[in-house]
């Protein structure tokens, strides 16, 4: 399996809207030998065992609990909510996904890799998050939290895509792929 790499957010994303307004972004990516259409991917995404301990803490502390079936659902077009998030855009293969404070945000594509082995797919995932006015200063600014956390927030973002990947590589591997 390929290894998660950070990279620039892709010229199309919808996620670069929050670059070009002066949020913080990231982009990682991660390539699987093997097709995945961008339902499966939601799907596999946010029903690993990494982020089924995200959708249990939500549960718990947020009120926001969250089932496998409403995962699928929202992969496949038919949910515009789920645990803490709101669906904000779907397009050409991408799911923008808003949280309920409307502070961050977290994108997810993929597309096939060209150039690489027949039927690779690149997996990409992507976050922002919006700075808040300082109410003395007027100037938008992250904050504390966002400085302390950036370090946690990267290692968890790469640790999230690489247990979709290795998700979706099993189910290849069940199928006889």
């Not at 972004?25 to 961008?38: E, K, L, M, N």
């Not at 995932?125 to 600014?141: C, H, L, N, Q, Y």
Request: glycine residues 6%; positive net charge; contains cysteine.
């Amino acid at each position: 399996m390929s290894t998660v790499q950070a990279c620039e957010l892709p010229s199309h994303a919808l996620l670069r809207r929050y670059l070009e307004q002066g949020a913080y972004t990231d982009c990682y990516t991660i390539d699987v030998h093997h097709p995945v259409s961008q339902a499966d991917y939601v799907e596999a995404f946010y029903t690993t065992r990494v982020f089924k301990l995200e959708r249990l803490l939500l549960a718990w502390f947020a009120s926001r609990p969250s089932t496998d079936r409403q995962v699928r659902d929202l992969a496949n077009e038919r949910l515009n909510v789920f645990a803490a998030w709101n669906v904000e855009a779907r397009v050409g293969g991408q799911l923008l996904m808003r949280d309920m404070h409307q502070r961050t945000r977290s994108w997810l594509m993929c597309a096939p890799v060209a150039g690489a082995v027949a039927g690779s797919t690149r997996l990409y995932f992507g976050s922002a998050v919006v700075p808040i006015k300082d109410s003395r200063s007027g100037k938008a600014r992250m904050g504390f939290a966002f400085r302390a956390l950036l370090g946690f927030h990267k290692l968890y973002s790469k640790v999230l895509l690489r247990a979709a990947a290795s998700r979706l590589d099993a189910a290849a591997a069940r199928r006889g792929r």
